[in-house]
Nanobody
Framework: QVQLVESGGGWVQAGGSLRLSCASSGRTLGNLAMGWFRQAPGKEREFIAAISWSSPFTRYSDSVKGRFTISRDNAKNTVYLQMNSLNPEDTAIYYC????????????????WGQGTQVAVSA
């Protein structure tokens, strides 16, 4: 079993930056892809970024491409999401997830979920 724990959420003004972290425990991530979703109030959960296990291949949603960067440290079993140029539309709960490959994130068919961390961006 894999447990995913997010951290790094908080409040920031528009134009600012935050870095989210997701650490796994229970067992190593093996060759799982890692990624992030978010859910804003009253909206469905949305895929935003994913990264493969090795020779890192990344996927991004159009809404964050060019502003957010996903990375991972396999030795630390941790994945990161660097978020720059934040705007109020980025306000949401951000969830970390693990799946067999990055494509699985685009269909929402992930194997493990974190509990989420809140990000709030004020105008």
């Amino acid at each position: 079993q894999v447990q995913l724990v997010e951290s790094g959420g908080g409040w920031v003004q528009a134009g600012g930056s935050l870095r989210l972290s997701c650490a796994s425990s229970g067992r190593t991530l093996g060759n799982l892809a890692m990624g992030w979703f978010r859910q804003a109030p009253g909206k469905e959960r949305e895929f935003i970024a994913a990264i493969s296990w090795s020779s890192p291949f990344t996927r991004y949603s159009d809404s964050v491409k060019g502003r957010f960067t996903i990375s991972r440290d396999n030795a630390k079993n941790t994945v990161y999401l660097q978020m720059n140029s934040l705007n109020p539309e980025d306000t949401a709960i951000y969830y970390c997830a693990a799946a067999p490959n990055t494509f699985a994130f685009t269909t929402g068919k992930v194997d493990y979920w974190g509990q989420g961390t809140q990000v709030a961006v004020s105008a």
